[in-house]
């Protein structure tokens, strides 16, 4: 395998790709990198490529950045491991009061200047620790602020060791940044210990979690016993030539505080308190309350000496079945007694609802719920309801200039000139306004449409354009037989309204050159979504056979709102199982015609396709053609020549791994390849896998990568009747969805040797490129003034940025490709970890923004290429793939069993999760 360090592949000067051309090494205008700027030198090693050169296309555009420079300490930092040997991993607010008790009570005379720490494993101080030639010390710490037992106990006691592991010099980071540094471990480390100065202020003083801190200043209840409460993200990152501190808003979910009784009313939607006896709460509730406060810190009176009661905060491990009435347990001194006489007879605290259930605290008590309290700021770690996720988005939704005026507002709650931490370290955070930087906006791509079109090429104007006057650049077959499906009451959705859709759908798809035959016999169903679907659209598929002398082409399907379960037995169908059993006479004798082949399905919303304009049909339609085979718009050949060489045939790929929600532990991952497989890079086809529970790495990459060349060098061979070596690709992009900047090497030494494992075992030498698309990260655009943003107020589409906040010897970007809605963009990021090509800047940048305009769903361009777009989904759309009949649990339901130890057996998925139809794998099902 070539070095990861700059793999470069292949001869220069073969087309735009290669360096060489303009913005590339090879001179020219624009050629030298810009002075004053690093570049890595030969000594210097990276995980992904080096920087070949930076861009120059487009026009350029400063703008802000909400970033801000940061000086680097001077002096050397010592690193200590911080052990608990006797306990087990603890809350990080716990331990983060351990070392607060020992800094502030136990040994202040040790730790002057005061050490920061991570709520982990990690301790940094200015100055060397005391603890003599060992270089660790133990110390015993009791915290004293109320915790210590109320019944006479000996306070609990904390073993707290400290053991030196290193020494950081900064001067790693100066040279790091002016790329005179290999990114190795000390620079990782020094990074981890600024980030640590920066947050052990505000972490000290409100709720955090992990990079982001929250306060009360600005909260918002929306039911359900959840809060939504304002914070402030930041980070440390390394820039070129600078170090900056990223600072962003972001948003925690919180239980609303007050009794746990009118917690667990709100969150079921009850009003009174007799709702929660154990008579009126059936199982599925009670389990679905349970989930949800399992794990949250409550107050519980506690009977102490000379009955003093005190408040002790205890953790909710489950709820009882029975009510403090029935729930006995044994005394010390012999005999038995129920928790509400006990309350009653011991701390004088008679209930007024015995006849509610208890909760079970982690020491293994049982605590009538009225008798306990939720403390304020704490953070809900569980999958939001979906029906709430509008309100999360409004809440966290904020127009460009808003948003970042919040984040001005934020550096007064930060207030890094005031902390002794980031004084003590040697850090000045220059706070007097955002980062300025020189981004450039590219030229979109111009896009073609069916020869037959009035308008056959359009330019998008922000990352937008429409259907008017143009056709579909390949448009199906006409659809002769296909079936209208209502799963929704004929009172809520009448004949008429039936009769309008139709219209309205059909006179959509003419509009853009796709024919939907309409008879006055065509086949139009209502059915109750209580009924098995599959038995549903059989029935309705035997019709159109009988009718039609002939299998459907096309279901389309009415839902009702909140049918998410019925999508998921639709598309179970359409995507995995059809199988249509018709009886039919022949010459008087009854045969049994067996039709098995995969039906595209159309589900629409009753509530969105009523009365609907006409975009949304024509927007509809972009999805049956390509379901159904078509192609709607393709990159015109000259505007993206780096992927339509005909000397360089080329592969784009898109992979993804999504994991299951947090405390869905022992569910599966879902993996998902997708690839072109026409020369114009507008028509994908997928594969999805199940594996091992938040597993990252792509386990059956090989077999996946397998499938999608093999469907390539087909389709080019069978369809565009391709030739000798213009059948196999020469090129392949592989963009990677979902992967860590930790986890850069993994791809590199787990991924691609699979992938190039699979090429080789085809007989396919193609050059490889591999690129890690980031969306979860803090950056944002901001325009400097109204006259350079869009409508919305961000930046325009198109707005590319590698200079001042990228990376400072590795070959990476941010690309905002997308005009603007609602709320502030979020450009993603590109990393170049592989690259055999060779491309230049100029040349990822401008097919990367090619990529994002060929999603078919859409007349819009996307926030990240379409492959990547459409591995997502069908990722999402994998749990799709086990039979909606028998019971998964994919998600954690509500009706999960209680004994979280009873993880699911990895086997039983497998077994389970059924191939795609083998109709519907040449097909963009997903779309």
């Known amino acids: 395998m070539p070095p990861r360090a700059a793999p470069r592949g292949g001869p220069r000067g073969g087309g735009p790709a290669i360096r060489g051309g303009p913005g590339g090494r090879g001179g020219g205008r624009g050629g030298a990198i810009q002075i004053g700027l690093p570049t890595a030198g030969s000594h210097i090693t990276t995980v992904g490529v080096k920087r070949p050169n930076f861009g120059t296309g487009g026009r350029e555009l400063p703008i802000y950045v909400n970033s801000f420079r940061t000086t680097i300490p001077e002096g050397v930092i010592h690193h200590y491991d911080v052990i608990s040997p006797s306990e087990k991993t603890l809350p990080a607010r716990l331990n983060m009061d351990i070392i607060k008790s020992l800094q502030t009570n136990i040994a202040p005379e040790i730790f002057t200047p005061r050490a920061v720490y991570d709520g982990r494993k990690n301790m940094f101080a200015v100055r060397e620790l005391p603890f003599g030639e060992t270089g660790s010390h133990e110390f015993e710490v009791t915290l004293t602020d109320g915790r210590a037992d109320p019944a006479g106990r000996a306070p609990k006691v904390y073993k707290v060791r400290l053991t030196k592991v290193a020494e950081i010099n900064p001067e790693v980071l100066k040279r790091f940044i002016e790329g005179n540094q290999s990114h190795d471990n000390s620079v990782l480390t020094a990074i981890t210990a600024l980030n640590v100065v920066i947050r052990m202020e505000p972490t000290m003083n409100y709720p955090f979690n992990v990079r982001s801190f929250f306060t009360d200043r600005e909260t918002k209840d929306i039911g359900l016993g959840i809060q939504l409460w304002r914070g402030y993200f930041q980070s440390v990152r390394p820039g070129i030539g600078q170090m900056l501190i990223n600072i962003d808003i972001s948003t925690a979910t919180m239980y609303k505080s007050g009794t746990l009784v009118q917690l667990c009313l709100d969150y079921l939607r009850k009003e009174h308190p007799a709702q929660l006896f154990k008579q009126n709460l059936p199982e599925r509730e009670l389990l679905r309350l349970q989930r949800f406060i399992s794990g949250i810190r409550i107050l519980t009176p506690t009977a102490g000496v000379g009955g003093r009661i005190a408040n002790t905060p205890r953790v909710v491990k489950r709820l009882t079945r029975v009510s ?104 000045n955070v220059n706070t007097n306004g955002p980062l300025t930087v020189k981004a450039r906006v590219l030229k979109p791509p111009t896009l073609r449409y069916g020869p037959t079109s009035r308008q056959p090429t359009i330019v998008p104007n922000n990352g937008s354009w429409n259907m008017v006057d143009k056709r579909f650049y390949r448009p199906t077959e006409p659809i002769n037989r296909w079936a209208f499906v209502v799963f929704e009451s004929q009172q809520r959705f009448r004949d008429e309204a039936v009769a309008e859709c139709i219209h309205g759908l059909v006179s959509g798809c003419k509009e853009v050159g796709k024919c939907i035959k309409i008879e006055p016999t065509e086949v139009i169903r209502y059915a109750s979504g209580q009924t098995r679907v599959r038995d549903t659209l059989r029935s309705v598929g035997g019709e159109v056979v009988q009718r039609y002398r002939g299998p459907p082409q096309l279901f389309v399907i009415i839902l009702p709102e909140g049918g998410n379960e019925l999508y998921t037995e639709i598309k179970h169908f359409g995507d995995i199982e059809v199988s249509l059993l018709i009886s039919k006479s022949v010459r008087h004798t009854s045969l049994i015609i067996y039709y098995k082949m995969g039906v595209p399905t159309q589900c629409m919303k009753s509530i969105k396709c009523s009365r609907a304009k006409p975009q949304y049909f024509a927007n509809v339609s972009l999805k049956i053609n390509v379901k159904m085979g078509g192609i709607n718009t393709v990159p015109d050949p000259a505007s993206v020549s780096v992927l339509t060489d005909p000397h360089n045939p080329t592969l784009v790929m898109g992979a993804d791994v999504i994991h299951p929600a947090p405390g869905s532990d022992g569910r ?55 030739l000798g070596t213009q059948v196999n690709p020469k090129r392949i992009i592989f963009y990677r969805d979902g992967v860590s900047e930790g986890q850069f090497k993994q791809v590199l030494d787990l991924e691609l040797p699979l992938l190039k494992k699979a090429c080789q075992e085809m007989r396919i030498e193609a050059k490889i490129t591999i690129i890690v698309v980031a969306k979860r990260h803090h950056v944002r655009f901001f325009p400097q003034s ?39 963009s979020r450009p993603a990021h590109y990393s170049v970890l592989y690259d055999e090509n060779g491309f230049t800047a100029d040349a990822l940048q401008s097919l990367s923004f090619a990529l994002c305009h060929v999603y078919a769903r859409s007349t819009r361009s996307v926030s990240i290429p379409a492959p990547v777009y459409y591995a997502d989904i069908v990722c999402s759309r994998a749990k799709n793939h086990f039979d909606p009949n028998e019971q998964w649990d994919l998600l954690g339901s509500d009706d999960a069993s209680i004994d979280t130890n009873k993880a699911p057996d990895l086997k039983k998925f497998l077994a389970g999760f059924k191939p795609l139809h083998a109709a519907q794998k040449t097909l963009m099902y997903f779309s």
Not at 809 to 819: A, I, K, P, R, V
């Open 324 to 427: 403090a009435r029935e729930e006995m347990f044994s005394l010390r001194e012999g005999g038995q007694i129920s928790v509400a006489d006990y309350f009653r007879q011991t701390m004088n605290k008679p209930l007024q609802y015995p006849d509610l259930i208890c909760a079970e605290v982690g020491s293994g008590a049982k605590i009538p719920l009225e008798l306990c309290t939720v403390p304020p700021g704490q953070i809900m770690r569980k999958q939001m309801p979906p029906e709430k996720t509008k309100d999360v988005l409004d809440f966290a939704t904020k127009k460009p200039r808003d948003r970042l005026e919040s984040i001005k507002n934020g550096l007064t709650v930060l207030n890094y000139g005031q902390s002794e931490y980031v004084r003590q370290f040697g850090m």
């Open 668 to 722: 599966p991952s879902f993996t998902s390849l997708v690839g072109n497989v026409d020369s114009d890079t507008a028509k994908y086809v997928a594969d999805s896998r199940v594996q091992t529970s938040r597993q990252e790495m792509i386990a059956d990459l090989y077999e996946m990568s397998k499938h999608v060349l093999s469907m390539y060098t087909r389709y080019r061979q069978g369809v565009e009747k391709k």
């Open 786 to 824: 109204d006259r350079d943003g869009d409508k919305s107020g961000n930046c325009p589409a198109g707005t590319v940025v590698d200079r001042e906040i990228a990376h400072p010897t590795e070959f990476d970007f941010y690309l905002q490709s997308h005009g603007g809605l609602l709320g502030t």
